[in-house]
């Protein structure tokens, strides 16, 4: 119950209580007690919000933003009086990749503070330059910061040192934990089972593809013509999809030049490791074993295991069938200055594409675009036996929760000034609230779904989404947070080294500069050498739980 | 003891007025307490930070503050030992402390960095590694790979000063509109490096909508991608950097050129010489003076590139065009790395100056027989 309604309530007087008691007779009536009147005003406000600026009516603008923040105000209100936090000063930092994120932010939370009294001073910073600056102001012990949009994967650096602020129970009741899918429940955004994060984002890599090229009737009869076996339609494996765009090469769709799929191959600060990820996991991710990325009980690389160097081999063999200045791509530029524009026909990305595709004005694919999970592959490598399993149930299915998602952290420091606190986790809570999250992820935002109640078809058709297009999206989201055999990524520190460290291999790789197994056999002797610099027995201890081994 | 006449002291510098014992000693007493009291403080928080010793202060900020009120000390021991000298020594004893502070201990600093094992990431503090990070170095295929690529974009400088040179010579003849096209070919050098790569390298370039590349394909390149290849890469990128850099060669050549003795010219040409002949016989080797400055600014300048590759490339592809102060940013900024990053630099730092040590004697060598 709201604390607004549990106030009135007992503050009413016996007159009050019989002129109450008469009216919920005369509304039992006609079946609209407040309960559902209560339901009913938060559906109403969800579907207004989301005719904010509508689908398809242009990309959302700073007064959208605004707007949204808000109408979202009432949680807020229950628990902060106006003007409460006058004279407090916070200091938010967040990202700024394509214009998004920070600045959606500063837009919900403007009507925060001029409702709260407090002020927000803000730190953006790009993708690339977001962990080293977060590992510096860790180790330098100068954090500087009140609050921080964070991912999971730091949380080994953050909550295990000790710099956040264990979340109160209010802001829980708030933000309604309860929503959230499962895998973003905890261990996620917990540590020594205290909670810190409120999650804004649940992070998986999908797959994206064109429906278009695979509606294609040219292409199915070319692919026919040339003896493939199978229908022409959206590969559901890896060797499928390797097979397609090799096809694709040199054809054209509807005029234009036509490609398979494509690899983001210029690193990203760390971040373009991912992609080689999703291509690995349906290999290297066993249903019997929780550990892909190293052996739980060693920390030793499985980055030069059978299963990565065949992912490795399938980006070499697909690159020349792929866009000629794919060599120069970060992920960035391959979702959406290529896909999103037009070019290529099938993706591993965040959710991204999806809240993108029919509302940024740059997208060109909303009419022919679909989604899936990350497809599977016919056999999956066994790292305890050294065998290829084929499984009894089919090809094995394992989808890359990449990142799992960002995160609001509130850091240590403000828990020595009460009000700074209360602040800091109320405007936490704003924008990690229920309803403001699902306008996220239905608009360009950086954020995808992450809560049960996002995946309600009818406030998404209703909103002006195409029923077909947003049941694809949003299966392709719940069935990767629900699958059984996720390839959960480790919280541990330093991660983003090991992932940095396999971009420089990796772009040696591509270039020619060695092969798979040899560079694969680089990337793990310079992980072990990272391993030991940071604690390997720590590392092994973190890397099984958040293994939840 | 006092005395109204100007007399001189032991180094024949005049000055106003002895300076009376009571305050010389006065002032020895005021710079050894405060020297000591700066010893004392910086071995208790060495001692604290080692663990060796349960007090000292959170972090090293009180330090600071002691070496700022420790230079004040100085500053007026000296007025109080030296009088009128000590004055004189007020003039540079912040900047010299100031660059103690900045440049003298950061390096010395840095050299104790490049000897620990220091990671953002590690659960332990930082300890003393020995040699290892210098082995590692040695065994670093990639930062070999780096400063290979440094020598073909210092390569490249020739190419620069070349055109720099004609440029300058072109803007040095009595053209029309000379002034604009001046300031025309200075603007580059007046663009942020990071800008370039956005608009150039990001934009013009760019494969799909560039107009370079749209252009490239009028002309028969059916797949202009100009940062695929590992040479068509490593061009593009000194290509860049010369649009960036050619005005700064191009500016200290015309100063040159303008203050070269018109009379000197005016009588080759008078006894018959060609123009050829008068640049090849007199220009250049007058120029060599400041042709040499330019270049070998030019050589240091380019011995630190790395935003154009950060921005365009991160080295890519496959280290094509890395360099090694982008390698050396890879290894601090993502990896955290900082004892290693650390040693990757000093080492470099070493190689450039013998570097420039030993081309300015070779230059100099040359110069002398030339002239």
């Given at each position: 119950m709201r604390i607004e309604l549990y106030n009135h309530f007992t503050s009413m007087s016996r007159r009050s209580v019989l002129k109450g008691a008469a009216a919920v007779s005369a509304l039992s009536a006609t079946g609209a007690l407040g309960l559902s009147t209560q339901a009913q005003s938060q559906a109403d406000l969800r579907a207004q919000i989301l005719q904010i600026p509508g689908v398809g009516k242009g990309q959302p603008t700073d007064a959208d933003w605004q707007k949204v923040g808000e109408m979202c105000l009432g949680a807020t209100k229950t628990n902060v009086k106006e003007g409460e936090f006058a004279g407090v000063e916070l200091t938010f930092l967040g990202l700024n990749n394509q214009n998004l994120h920070n600045l959606l932010f500063r837009g919900f939370l403007k009507p925060w503070e001029?409702?709260?009294?407090?002020?927000?001073?803000?730190?953006?910073?790009?993708?690339?330059?977001?962990?080293?600056?977060?590992?510096?102001?860790?180790?330098?012990?100068?954090?500087?910061?009140?609050?921080?949009?964070?991912?999971?994967?730091?949380?080994?650096?953050?909550?295990?040192?000790?710099?956040?602020?264990?979340?109160?129970?209010?802001?829980?009741?708030?933000?309604?934990?309860?929503d959230y899918v499962n895998y973003l429940k905890a261990p996620v955004g917990t540590w020594n089972g205290k909670t810190y994060r409120i999650s804004i984002d649940g992070d998986c890599h999908n797959f994206n593809y064109r429906t278009d090229y695979f509606s294609d009737a040219d292409l199915a009869a070319a692919w026919k013509a040339e003896g493939h076996e199978g229908d022409w339609g959206v590969p559901k494996t890896?060797?499928?999809?390797?097979?397609?765009?090799?096809?694709?090469?040199?054809?054209?769709?509807?005029?234009?030049?036509?490609?398979?799929?494509?690899?983001?191959?210029?690193?990203?600060?760390?971040?373009?490791?991912?992609?080689?990820?999703?291509?690995?996991?349906?290999?290297?991710?066993?249903?019997?074993?929780?550990?892909?990325?190293?052996?739980?009980?060693?920390?030793?690389?499985?980055?030069?295991?059978?299963?990565?160097?065949?992912?490795?081999?399938?980006?070499?063999?697909?690159?020349?069938?792929?866009?000629?200045?794919?060599?120069?791509?970060?992920?960035?530029?391959?979702?959406?200055?290529?896909?999103?524009?037009?070019?290529?026909?099938?993706?591993?990305?965040?959710?991204?594409?999806?809240?993108?595709?029919?509302?940024?004005?740059?997208?060109?694919?909303?009419?022919?675009?679909?989604?899936?999970?990350?497809?599977?592959?016919?056999?999956?490598?066994?790292?305890?036996?050294?065998?290829?399993?084929?499984?009894?149930?089919?090809?094995?299915?394992?989808?890359?929760?990449?990142?799992?998602?960002?995160?609001?952290?509130?850091?240590?420091?403000?828990?020595?000034?009460?009000?700074?606190?209360?602040?800091?986790?109320?405007?936490?809570?704003?924008?990690?609230?229920k309803d403001i999250s699902l306008w996220c992820a239905a608009y360009p935002s950086g954020f995808q779904p992450y809560r049960n109640s996002h995946f309600n078809l009818a406030e998404w058709v209703a909103a002006g989404y195409d029923e077909a297009f947003i049941k694809s999206y949003l299966d392709s989201e719940a069935n990767s947070y629900n699958h059984p055999n996720a390839a959960i990524e480790p919280r541990i520190p330093g991660i983003f080294q090991y992932y940095s460290a396999a971009e420089d291999e990796l772009s040696k790789i591509w270039a020619g500069g060695s092969d798979a197994q040899t560079g694969a056999n680089n990337i793990a002797a310079a992980w072990d050498k990272i391993t030991d610099g940071i604690g390997r027995d720590k590392q092994i201890e973190l890397y099984k739980a958040s293994l939840g081994m | 003891m006092t005395a109204n006449a100007p007399t001189t002291t032991n180094d024949q510098l005049p000055v106003g007025y002895d300076v009376p014992e009571i305050r010389r000693k006065s002032g020895r007493m005021l710079v050894t307490a405060a020297t000591t009291a700066l010893a004392v403080i910086v071995l208790f928080q060495t001692l604290y930070s080692a663990g060796a010793s349960p007090y000292g202060f959170e972090n090293w900020r009180p330090v600071m503050y002691a070496y700022i009120l420790w230079g004040i000390c100085v500053g007026a021991?000296?007025?109080?030992?030296?009088?009128?000298?000590?004055?004189?020594?007020?003039?540079?004893?912040?900047?010299?402390?100031?660059?103690?502070?900045?440049?003298?201990?950061?390096?010395?600093?840095?050299?104790?960095?490049?000897?620990?094992?220091?990671?953002?990431?590690?659960?332990?503090?930082?300890?003393?590694?020995?040699?290892?990070?210098?082995?590692?170095?040695?065994?670093?295929?990639?930062?070999?790979?780096?400063?290979?690529?440094?020598?073909?974009?210092?390569?490249?400088?020739?190419?620069?000063?070349?055109?720099?040179?004609?440029?300058?010579?072109?803007?040095?003849?009595?053209?029309?509109?000379?002034?604009?096209?001046?300031?025309?070919?200075?603007?580059?050098?007046?663009?942020?490096?990071?800008?370039?790569?956005?608009?150039?390298?990001?934009?013009?370039?760019?494969?799909?909508?560039?107009?370079?590349?749209?252009?490239?394909?009028?002309?028969?390149?059916?797949?202009?991608?100009?940062?695929?290849?590992?040479?068509?890469?490593?061009?593009?990128?000194?290509?860049?950097?010369?649009?960036?850099?050619?005005?700064?060669?191009?500016?200290?050549?015309?100063?040159?050129?303008?203050?070269?003795?018109?009379?000197?010219?005016?009588?080759?040409?008078?006894?018959?010489?060609?123009?050829?002949?008068?640049?090849?016989?007199?220009?250049?080797?007058?120029?060599?003076?400041?042709?040499?400055?330019?270049?070998?600014?030019?050589?240091?300048?380019?011995?630190?590139?790395?935003?154009?590759?950060?921005?365009?490339?991160?080295?890519?592809?496959?280290?094509?065009?890395?360099?090694?102060?982008s390698f050396i940013f890879r290894e601090y900024r993502d990896r955290a790395n900082v004892g290693y990053g650390t040693m990757l630099a000093e080492f470099y730092l070493v190689i450039i100056i013998i570097f420039v040590t030993l081309l300015l004697k070779l230059v100099s060598g040359r110069m002398r027989k030339m002239t």
């Open positions: 001029t409702y709260t009294g407090a002020k927000i001073n803000w730190i953006d910073l790009a993708q690339a330059d977001y962990g080293p600056r977060l590992q510096q102001a860790i180790a330098t012990g100068t954090v500087d910061f009140d609050i921080i949009e964070m991912g999971a994967p730091f949380e080994g650096d953050v909550c295990g040192k000790g710099l956040a602020s264990e979340m109160p129970d209010w802001v829980k009741a708030q933000i309604d934990m309860d890896w060797q499928k999809v390797q097979e397609a765009t090799k096809f694709l090469k040199g054809k054209k769709v509807a005029g234009q030049d036509a490609y398979g799929y494509l690899d983001p191959i210029k690193g990203w600060g760390g971040f373009g490791f991912y992609f080689l990820g999703s291509r690995a996991t349906a290999y290297a991710k066993h249903p019997d074993d929780k550990a892909w990325l190293f052996d739980a009980d060693t920390m030793k690389p499985r980055i030069n295991n059978p299963a990565w160097v065949r992912a490795i081999q399938d980006v070499i063999d697909a690159l020349p069938s792929e866009p000629a200045d794919q060599l120069n791509a970060d992920p960035g530029t391959t979702g959406f200055s290529q896909f999103l524009a037009g070019t290529g026909s099938m993706l591993s990305w965040w959710g991204d594409i999806g809240s993108n595709a029919k509302t940024n004005d740059s997208s060109v694919i909303g009419d022919t675009c679909g989604f899936d999970i990350l497809p599977g592959s016919d056999d999956v490598y066994n790292a305890k036996t050294g065998a290829w399993d084929k499984l009894a149930s089919g090809p094995n299915y394992a989808p890359n929760m990449a990142y799992i998602g960002w995160g609001v952290y509130v850091m240590a420091r403000v828990d020595s000034d009460p009000a700074k606190q209360k602040a800091a986790w109320s405007a936490a809570a704003h924008i990690g609230g | 021991g000296q007025v109080m030992m030296h009088g009128e000298a000590g004055h004189r020594a007020l003039f540079l004893l912040p900047a010299l402390l100031f660059t103690i502070a900045l440049v003298i201990f950061p390096t010395f600093f840095g050299l104790y960095i490049a000897f620990t094992d220091w990671n953002l990431s590690a659960f332990d503090p930082p300890k003393f590694n020995g040699w290892a990070n210098l082995k590692s170095l040695m065994a670093d295929a990639y930062y070999w790979n780096a400063l290979l690529n440094m020598i073909y974009y210092v390569l490249a400088v020739g190419a620069q000063y070349t055109i720099a040179f004609g440029l300058a010579l072109l803007l040095n003849a009595d053209i029309k509109a000379r002034k604009f096209f001046r300031v025309a070919f200075l603007l580059p050098f007046m663009l942020s490096p990071v800008a370039v790569s956005w608009m150039i390298g990001k934009s013009l370039m760019e494969y799909r909508f560039g107009p370079i590349s749209t252009l490239a394909r009028l002309f028969g390149w059916d797949n202009p991608a100009f940062f695929t290849t590992p040479w068509i890469a490593r061009a593009s990128i000194m290509v860049m950097d010369a649009w960036v850099s050619i005005p700064f060669i191009m500016i200290l050549l015309l100063a040159g050129l303008q203050a070269l003795p018109k009379e000197i010219i005016e009588a080759a040409k008078v006894d018959g010489a060609t123009a050829w002949q008068s640049f090849w016989q007199i220009t250049f080797p007058l120029m060599l003076p400041v042709s040499v400055t330019a270049v070998i600014l030019r050589i240091i300048f380019e011995l630190k590139l790395a935003d154009i590759v950060i921005n365009v490339t991160s080295g890519g592809p496959g280290g094509a065009t890395d360099t090694v102060s």
